[in-house]
């Protein structure tokens, strides 16, 4: 979303954006464009974003927090755990 190539990152561009992403200000508006991307490369690309299913949010959820390795257990409980905090989030931005 910054611009860079994911394989040939230079140190400085890793560290400049890992600063982006820890950076609030900045990753409000990475976020989505992320998010956007990965709803765009899933099988349910079509699907308007108030009729995703708990289960394709949870997956969008573990998709943003693993990368390609979404499928893996660490991003599998993230997404897990975005599922069963939604509530409370969407509680919060009221």
Known sequence: MLGYDPENLTDRQRALMEESLQDP?????????????????????????????????????????????????????YGRDFAHHLDQARNAIR
Do not use: C, H, M
Request: net charge negative; hydrophobic share 30%.
């Open 25 to 77: 200000g900045q990753n409000i508006f990475i976020a989505p464009e992320y998010l956007a991307q990965l709803k765009a490369e899933s099988d349910f690309a079509d699907v308007p974003p108030e009729e995703t299913t708990v289960q394709q949010q949870q997956e969008l959820a573990a998709r943003y927090n693993g990368g390609p390795y979404w499928e893996n257990d660490q991003a599998q409980r």
